[in-house]
């Protein structure tokens, strides 16, 4: 098929790559526009799929928008049969899902139409779901409320947000790429009504460890915000990020450490913190932290 591609993060990369691999005529990639980043901040940085459509020698496209005429006659100019969307992160005019002949297929990650909106496996992870999965749905004007043609799962528990982003992110791959094969073997089916749930931005608030939680709530709040934008506590002045923890048994005020190996008390339960990162510095296991910065038992955090 002719395709047009549409994605930024790392997430949308393999589904790319498949594509490729599959041999469909990648006619166009469309991406967000490079964003400042770099050791400075001041360095504009082309997104993860504008780099790898660039190594593939395709033809990458990074329009601010495409609600004006003249980036819409220009995706319609493509004549593509289909455009595959994975984590574009630009709302697509009508006009947009409408121009290929097979219209949009976006690779969601989640179980439809649950989590629906822009963070899905963070808002799984959080809700303590058992198991989340990717959709490769039929794109609408709605806030993924389209039909969907194909789905796979896997289990929740114990992954981070950056393990499960990147295991759904190969699963869509492979999904797309299934469906694609056979459209007519895979036909659009309507999202049930019921359990419709919004997956909301993740603000770096959210990620302040919240002690007075329940232990488990604690566990998942640093599964759901690694690698970014990491879970956080503060002391004596100074932000440390939480890497890895794992809920235990224990009690006391909710804040309060426990013992000499970062065993935090929470709401109902403790946690203990396994690995941690101090600003400006790479991660490191608990047992090296402490020997540099106390914390010892009856510490407040």
Known sequence: MR??????????VPTLDSL????HEV??????PPRPGGRRGRELVPSPVQRRGEALGLAVRTPVTLRDAGAQAAFA??????AV????????????????????LNVHGSLLPRWRGAAPVQRAILAGDAETGVGIM????????????????TACAGKSAGALTAELAAMGARLMVEVLADPDRHPPRPQPEEGVTYAAKISKEEARLDFTATAAQVERQVLAFDPA???????????????AARAEH????????????LLVACGAGAIRLLRVQRAGRGEMEAGELLRGFALPPGTML
């Open 77 to 82: 100019a493509l004549g593509a049969d289909v």
């Open 3 to 12: 395709i047009i591609f549409m994605g930024t993060p790392e997430f949308a």
């Open 27 to 32: 006619v166009a990639v469309y991406s967000q």
């Open 250 to 261: 224990g009690a006391g005020p909710p804040g309060a450490v426990l013992d000499d190996s």
């Open 20 to 23: 490729v691999a599959a041999g």
């Open 138 to 153: 039929q794109m609408e004007a709605g806030l993924d409320t389209g039909p969907v043609r194909r789905e796979g799962r």
């Open 229 to 243: 934008p990491g879970a956080f506590l503060e002391h004596a002045g100074e932000r440390i990020k939480v890497r």
């Open 85 to 104: 969307v994975a984590a574009y992160g630009l709302i697509l005019p009508r006009a947009v899902l409408e121009a290929p002949r097979l219209g949009c």
